[in-house]
C-alpha cells in the first residue's frame, strides 16, 4: 500500500512545505510516508520500524505522535483551493484523504468533506469534452462515477454528524434538515455536474465500445446448428414493457447459425400482444437486429387453458395455489416448462420480460448448461445480500434468469420435488412464501435436495450473467426519500460506466466505512467494523491483488471485481431510479424510447418516494415495506450489526480481554430502557460461558481516580467440568447478593438468551433463560432507592472472552410504540410473560 509523493510537484510541494513542517512530520518525507508507517492495523509499523523496517523500532512512538488529522487537513485543504483544475495534485489529496480515514480514523468529518470535494474536482477536470477519447471514456466514467458515491458517502456522514451533535437518531434527520443542509449543500452543485458529466458521457458515440465477445462457434470454427431457447411470461397487455429486452437481446446476437425458439406463457391477451411487438419490431429492424428478428420461432402457450397446469395447482397447497396473481401462475409455468414445453425441446432459458438488458450474446448464457454436471437441473443467479435481508424465507437465488436443463428435469421427477418443496416451505412459516417460481427454487436448494445428499443439483450462473445493480453497502442505497433531491434523481450504480459497458463493482473502503456513521461507533465495535472496511476494499485487492478480488457478498459473493456483465437486471424498484428509465429508453427499438422514459415497464407501489417512487424490492404495500425493515433488523441482530426498529434496538459488543467494562451505544433520541423508571427490560446472548461473562446495569464512573460504581452486577462463570455457577452482586466486583450454581450446560443463543429485568420501582429484579426462572427476588430497602436514584445514569455495560456479546434492549415505557405482530423478539411482551 505504500505510495510515494511525486516531488516533482511544484505546486504541491510549495502547500506542503508551508503546512506540514519537517516537526510536523518527524521522522518522513513526506505525508503519505506518515500514513502509510502510522496507521491503526498491526503490521504497519513494522514495514517500517524494527527488523522489517527502516528505522529503529524504538523511535516508533516519537515518529508517530502528534493529530494526525490536523496534520493532514492541514496539508492537503490549501492544495483543493490552490488547484482545483490539477488532476495530480487533487489526486494526491483524495489519496492522503482516502489514507488517513482507512488507516487511521474514519471519522474526522471535515477529511470527509476534502475526499468529496477533491473527488469531484478530480473527475469533472478529467472528463472534460477536449480530454475525452474512445480509448478512455470507460476510465473517465469510472472517476466520474467513484467520485458521485464518495459524494453518497459524505452526505451520510455529515447527517450522522448532525444527529450526534443534535441529540437526534439518525434517521430523525430529515434529509432537507438545514442544519445539514449547511453542511452538504456546498457539494450537490458539483454533485450534479458531476452526474450530468457522466450522462453525456454514458449516451456519448465515443463510448458505444462493443461488447465483450462470446463464443459463438464450434471447436473447429463452423457455425453451430440447432435453436436457442428462450421462455417469456406474458400476461396482459405487457409485451410493449419487454421491449428493450427483446431490443438489446437481439442487437447482440452472433451470426452462429442458430435461430431463437420463443415460448410466450402467458392468457391470451398477453400473446396477442407479444405478437404485436414482433411485427412492431420488424416493422423498424434492420441489419443484424433483422437477420436474426426474421427466422425468430414464436410458440405460445395459453397456460390458462393447460390441463397439466390446472391439475398441477390442485396439487399444489391450496395456501400456495388460491394466493397466486395471474402472472404468478405464469411465473410457476416458467418453472414447470419441462412439462409445458414440448418433447424435443431438452434446454430452455427462462428470463424476466421487461426487467433485463443485454450486453452480450445470449447464446453464451444457453450454452452454459454444457458445463453443468449430470445431477444439475438448473443454473440461476443470485440476489445478493439485499433480498435475504429483506425477506423471511430462503431467497439467495434470483428467479428472472434461470438456465433449465428440461430433459434431466424429466428424468428426476422435477415436478413432484417442486411440491415437496411448498409443502416443507409453508410447513416452516416462511414469509410471503410461493408467490413466485423463485420461492420454491429456494426452497428446493435450501431444504429438500441438501437432505437427499443432492447439493449440487442446482449451479449458480456465472455472475456475468445476472448483475443486479444493487449498492446494499450504503445506507438507505435504494429508499430514494433517505436522499436529498438532486441525489435521489441522480443515483446509478456506480458499475455502469456507459450504456453499453456495465461491471461488477465491489465497494472502495471509505464506500464501505459509512456504515460506521450511524450513531457513535466506539472501542472494539469500532474496530472491528473499520477492519472490515480495510480488508474488504474493492474485494480485497490489498490482500490478494487487485487480480484475485472476489465481492465478499454485497452485490455477488464472490463474483471477480470488474468483471464485465452480459446482462444487467434492473428488478422491482431499481426501475423508479431515472437513471433506470433513460437506459432502458437508450437500448429501446426506434418508436419506443418515450414510452419506456416514461416507465412503462414499471408500476408503481405503495412505498413510492416524493422524488421519484421507490423502495426496497418486492414491497407492494406499507404493510411489506414494514415487514422489511422487521426484516432488517433481524438479520442485524442474527449478524451482529447495530439496528433498530420501533422501541427496541440491537447492537454488538466485543469480547475483553481483561474484564473491563464496555459500554453499549444507545442512541438518546431512541430512548433508552429504564429513562423515566420505566421497567429495563434486556436481552444478550454469547454463545457457551467461557470463563467469566459480565453484566453491569446502573453507573460507572472512573477517569483517573477510583472507579465508582452503582447498579447490579451478574457474573456467570464457567469453570469446566463442574456446572456454571451465577453471581449477582451490588457494585462492581463488590458486595455479593447471591450465589447459584446452575447445575445445567449454560449457552445463550439469540432465540434463547439470557432475559434481564429491573422494574419500575427499581426494587426488584429478574434472571430467566429458556423459559426458567434463575432468579427472582428484592433488592431491599437501601438498595433499591440507590438504583432507583440513577435516573438517566442508567447504562448498559458487558465484559468478558466470549466471542460474540449481542444485546437486546428495548423500552418499554407505557405508550411506546407497539412491535409488529409476529415477531419473535417481542422483548417487552415475552418478558412480561412470567
Not at 524494527?50 to 502528534?66: I, K
Not at 468533506?113 to 474536482?121: I, M
Not at 420454491?440 to 449451479?459: C, F, W
Not at 461488477?504 to 460506521?516: F, N, R
Amino acid at each position: 500500500m505504500e505510495r510515494r509523493w511525486p516531488l516533482r510537484l511544484a505546486l504541491a510541494a510549495a502547500a506542503f512545505a508551508c503546512r506540514a513542517t519537517a516537526a510536523d512530520l518527524h521522522c518522513f518525507v513526506n505525508l503519505e510516508d506518515f500514513l502509510n508507517c502510522c496507521g491503526f492495523l498491526p503490521g504497519m509499523r513494522a514495514a517500517c520500524f524494527g527488523e522489517g523496517g527502516r528505522m529503529p523500532l524504538d523511535q516508533a512512538d516519537h515518529c508517530c505522535r502528534g493529530d494526525a488529522s490536523q496534520l493532514v487537513i492541514d496539508s492537503v485543504a490549501p492544495l483543493v483551493e490552490l488547484a482545483p483544475n490539477n488532476s495530480l495534485v487533487l489526486q494526491h489529496v483524495v489519496d492522503a484523504c482516502d489514507l488517513y480515514l482507512l488507516l487511521h480514523d474514519p471519522m474526522p468529518v471535515k477529511i470527509w468533506e476534502l475526499l468529496a470535494k477533491a473527488s469531484l474536482l478530480r473527475a469533472l477536470d478529467g472528463s472534460r469534452p477536449d480530454t475525452l477519447t474512445d480509448g478512455n471514456a470507460v476510465k473517465r466514467a469510472r472517476l466520474l462515477q467513484h467520485a458521485l458515491a464518495v459524494t453518497e458517502a459524505f452526505f451520510q456522514v455529515a447527517r450522522n454528524e448532525v444527529s450526534i451533535i443534535t441529540q437526534r437518531a439518525f434517521r430523525e434527520v430529515a434529509v432537507d434538515d438545514a442544519q445539514l443542509g449547511s453542511m452538504i449543500g456546498p457539494f450537490l452543485h458539483l454533485y450534479k455536474e458531476a452526474a450530468e458529466t457522466h450522462d453525456k458521457l454514458l449516451f456519448s458515440p465515443l463510448s458505444a465500445a462493443g461488447a465483450p465477445a462470446s463464443q459463438s462457434t464450434s471447436a473447429d470454427g463452423a457455425p453451430r446448428g440447432g435453436d436457442i431457447c428462450l421462455a417469456f411470461a406474458v400476461v396482459g397487455r405487457w409485451a410493449r414493457a419487454g421491449a428493450a429486452t427483446l431490443w438489446s437481446l437481439l442487437r447482440h446476437r452472433a451470426d452462429d447459425g442458430r435461430r431463437l425458439r420463443i415460448f410466450i406463457l402467458g392468457d391470451g391477451e398477453g400473446i396477442a400482444d407479444f405478437a404485436k411487438l414482433v411485427r412492431d419490431l420488424r416493422a423498424v429492424a434492420q441489419g443484424s437486429v433483422a437477420r436474426h428478428l426474421e427466422p425468430m420461432q414464436v410458440e405460445s402457450i395459453d397456460i390458462f387453458a393447460s390441463r397439466f397446469l390446472k391439475r398441477y395447482l390442485r396439487r399444489l397447497p391450496k395456501a400456495c395455489s388460491s394466493a397466486l396473481p395471474r402472472v404468478g401462475k405464469a411465473l410457476y409455468a416458467r418453472l414447470l416448462s419441462h412439462e409445458l414445453l414440448p418433447p424435443d425441446v431438452d434446454r430452455c432459458v427462462a428470463l424476466d420480460f421487461g426487467d433485463l438488458l443485454f450486453f452480450d450474446d445470449v447464446a453464451g448464457l444457453y450454452d452454459f448448461g454444457k458445463e453443468l454436471a449430470e445431477g444439475e437441473l438448473l443454473a440461476a443467479g443470485l440476489h445478493g445480500q439485499e433480498e435475504a435481508y429483506h425477506t423471511g424465507k430462503p431467497s439467495q437465488i434470483n428467479g428472472g434468469v434461470v438456465l433449465y436443463e428440461l430433459a434431466k428435469m424429466r428424468q428426476h421427477n422435477f415436478t413432484a420435488d417442486t411440491l415437496e418443496a411448498a409443502a416443507v416451505g409453508l410447513a416452516k412459516e416462511y414469509r410471503n412464501f410461493c408467490v413466485w417460481d423463485q420461492d420454491i427454487i429456494n426452497a428446493l436448494e435450501v431444504d429438500i435436495y441438501p437432505q437427499r445428499g443432492q447439493q449440487s443439483a442446482i449451479r449458480r450462473l456465472p455472475c456475468r450473467w445476472n448483475l443486479i445493480p444493487s449498492t446494499g453497502w450504503q445506507l438507505e442505497w435504494n429508499t430514494l426519500d433517505g436522499w436529498p433531491e438532486v441525489m435521489a434523481l441522480n443515483k446509478r450504480y456506480p458499475g455502469l460506466l456507459t450504456a453499453d459497458h456495465a461491471e461488477h463493482h465491489c465497494p472502495s473502503g471509505v464506500e464501505i466505512l459509512q456504515t460506521l456513521h450511524v450513531g457513535i461507533p466506539m472501542g472494539a465495535y469500532k474496530t472491528i467494523f473499520w477492519e472490515r472496511a480495510v480488508f474488504q476494499a474493492d474485494g480485497g485487492a490489498m490482500m490478494h491483488g487487485s487480480g484475485n478480488a472476489r465481492d465478499p457478498g454485497f452485490t455477488g459473493k464472490g463474483c471477480r471485481c470488474g468483471e464485465r456483465t452480459g446482462t444487467l437486471h434492473i428488478l422491482s424498484t431499481l426501475k423508479h431510479w431515472p437513471m433506470a428509465r433513460r437506459l432502458f429508453a437508450h437500448h429501446a427499438p426506434p418508436g419506443f424510447a418515450d414510452e419506456l422514459a416514461q416507465g412503462a415497464f414499471l408500476r408503481r407501489q405503495a412505498q413510492d418516494s416524493k422524488w421519484t417512487g421507490g423502495g426496497f424490492w418486492g414491497g407492494g404495500t406499507s404493510e411489506d415495506f414494514e415487514g422489511m425493515k422487521i426484516q432488517s433488523f433481524e438479520h442485524s441482530l442474527m449478524n451482529s450489526y447495530v439496528s433498530s426498529y420501533a422501541n427496541c434496538a440491537t447492537v454488538p459488543t466485543p469480547p475483553s480481554e481483561h474484564g473491563d467494562y464496555i459500554f453499549v451505544p444507545w442512541g438518546k433520541g431512541l430512548g433508552r430502557p429504564g429513562l423515566g423508571g420505566a421497567p429495563v427490560k434486556v436481552a444478550l446472548s454469547f454463545g457457551e460461558v467461557a470463563g467469566s461473562t459480565y453484566m453491569f446495569l446502573g453507573a460507572l464512573a472512573g477517569g483517573s481516580g477510583p472507579t465508582t460504581s452503582t447498579g447490579l452486577e451478574i457474573e456467570l462463570v464457567a469453570s469446566p467440568p463442574g456446572p456454571v455457577r451465577l453471581v449477582v452482586r451490588w457494585g462492581a466486583r463488590l458486595s455479593q447478593l447471591a450465589e447459584v450454581e446452575l447445575g445445567l450446560k449454560f449457552e445463550t443463543t439469540i432465540a434463547d438468551p439470557l432475559w434481564i429485568e429491573l422494574d419500575g420501582a427499581r426494587d426488584r429484579f429478574r434472571l430467566a433463560w429458556r423459559g426458567l426462572t434463575l432468579l427472582d427476588g428484592y433488592l431491599g430497602y437501601k438498595l433499591a432507592p440507590l438504583i432507583a436514584g440513577l435516573g438517566d445514569r442508567m447504562r448498559f455495560f458487558v465484559a468478558g472472552k466470549a466471542k460474540h456479546i449481542q444485546w437486546l434492549l428495548c423500552d418499554c415505557a407505557p405508550g411506546k410504540v407497539e412491535h409488529a405482530p409476529g415477531v419473535k423478539w417481542q422483548l417487552c411482551e415475552r418478558a412480561e410473560k412470567k
